[in-house]
């Protein structure tokens, strides 16, 4: 069954620090892997997303998110954090056909807290 | 482009009531996704609809049910409202189906308190 972890369901930083969101999935084939973005009060917004095209995909507002096949992950970084940052991020995987129409698999959840 | 649109965004109900939620996609958009938002499941897919067929479903009781117009344009219903049906409800367009790599964009919900 296709599942998404993410490690830590709070992370706090300090501004300009670095901003680590640790994101694993479990599958047997390739996945197309998400990361979301959730402000108070607000749907998801795409931050950036892997189609197997580039290990490494940059995405908005400064993260990027690194797939390593070996380790099943997909984590999300930013080399430092800014106040704005702070809200909700969710991973989220798809795969391709069967009964994948239209059907994202989110993980829990990690909310971002960013300290002055 | 306007966005992914959701009416109306706060709705209150007591059990036993049914509800009706809107979700009009963006421009040229044709797949259409449904997502429960609680704090304790977190997000679960509902279904999707794509040129009005409904393509996939989640794992969730009849109750739960939905629709997809000729414009696209989306409906989902739930009868018998329990109080676990208290939940944020997303609704989340992309240009096509079928295509797992598809972006989902999502509108803003639709609140929904289970008195």
């Known amino acids: 069954a296709q599942s998404v972890t993410q490690l830590g369901s709070h992370v706090s930083v300090s501004e300009g620090a670095l901003v680590l969101l640790r994101c694993n999935y479990s599958?047997?084939?390739?996945?197309?892997l998400f990361w979301y973005v959730q402000y108070p009060n607000q749907g998801l917004q795409l931050l950036l997303k892997?189609?197997?095209?580039?290990?490494l995909v940059k995405g908005i507002n400064g993260f990027e998110a690194e797939f390593k096949k070996s380790e099943t992950s997909f984590h999300l970084t930013k080399p430092s954090a800014h106040m704005s940052d702070a809200a909700e991020y969710f991973c989220a995987v798809s795969y391709a056909g069967g009964t994948s129409y239209g059907k994202l698999t989110f993980g829990q959840g990690t909310i971002l807290t960013v300290h002055p | 482009k306007a966005g992914v649109t959701q009416t109306p965004r706060y709705l209150i109900k007591t059990r036993g009531q049914q509800v009706t939620l809107s979700c009009s996609p963006i421009?040229?958009?044709?797949?259409v996704s449904w997502y429960q938002q609680t704090p304790g499941q977190g997000l679960q897919f509902l279904f999707e609809y794509f040129s009005e067929t409904q393509r996939n479903k989640g794992n969730f009781p009849g109750r739960f049910s939905g629709r997809q117009f000729s414009n696209s344009r989306s409906e989902m219903n739930v009868s018998t409202l329990e109080l676990g049906d208290s939940a944020l409800y997303l609704c989340?367009?992309?240009?096509?189906?079928?295509?797992?790599?598809?972006?989902?964009?999502f509108g803003p919900g639709t609140r929904l308190t289970v008195l």
């Open positions: 892997y189609t197997s095209a580039a290990t």
């Open positions: 421009s040229g958009h044709r797949s």
């Open positions: 989340a367009s992309s240009f096509t189906s079928g295509r797992s790599d598809n972006e989902q964009f």
């Open positions: 599958s047997s084939v390739p996945p197309y």
